[in-house]
């Protein structure tokens, strides 16, 4: 699905990622772990064209994504779940996950979509029509990742706890399990 090959990103003369060679399959769930300073953002914001690459490409679905912008990256499927939650807090539940269907070419599946995230977060569906800003952290991290899943292919989350413990950690793996399993008809396991 998304292939990492022998990556080189610098921030000016900092030579910030070498040679990272990663392949991750649909449907899978990864996670970057290191210390600060050692290249994790750098590489979910190459993965989105938010930083170009030195050298090195990267494929998305089978094609070479390396030159494309982020917004042809976002119309094929690679979405960016920010981290620190960053919902619409003024908007609703339902008008947050419509702003993640805003590039979408078949508008008319997107109440399908809607209801593939609400199956997801049962709690979403329950507070569709509360604003965002009124709602918990951990729904409002419901929200931002249901956001993101929408269409994509391939969602990229930046720390999705916010700093939160481990049941919140383990929590967001487990819906971005559930929606890898969904989207690609993956047996639950």
Avoid: W
Avoid at 58 to 74: I, K, N, Q, Y
């Amino acid at each position: 699905m998304i292939e990492f090959d022998r990556v080189n990103v610098h921030y000016g003369k900092n030579h910030v990622l070498h040679d990272l060679t990663a392949k991750i399959e649909a449907g899978e769930v990864v996670a970057l772990i290191g210390a600060n300073a050692a290249g994790k953002t750098t590489a979910l914001r190459t993965a989105l064209g938010l930083k170009n690459l030195s050298s090195g490409s990267l494929r998305f679905a089978g094609e070479d994504v390396s030159s494309l912008s982020t917004h042809e990256r976002v119309e094929r499927g690679l979405i960016l779940v920010p981290e620190g939650r960053q919902v619409f807090v003024k908007f609703t539940v339902t008008e947050n996950l419509l702003m993640g269907a805003y590039h979408r070419n078949d508008r008319n599946k997107v109440q399908v979509e809607l209801d593939h995230v609400y199956d997801l977060f049962p709690r979403l569906r329950e507070r569709k029509s509360q604003k965002a800003g009124s709602m918990s952290g951990g729904e409002q991290q419901m929200l931002a990742i249901g956001r993101g899943l929408g269409k994509t292919e391939m969602p990229v989350a930046r720390r999705t706890d916010n700093g939160a413990g481990t049941n919140h950690r383990a929590r967001d793996f487990d819906h971005l399990r559930q929606a890898g399993r969904q989207r690609h008809n993956d047996p639950p396991g």
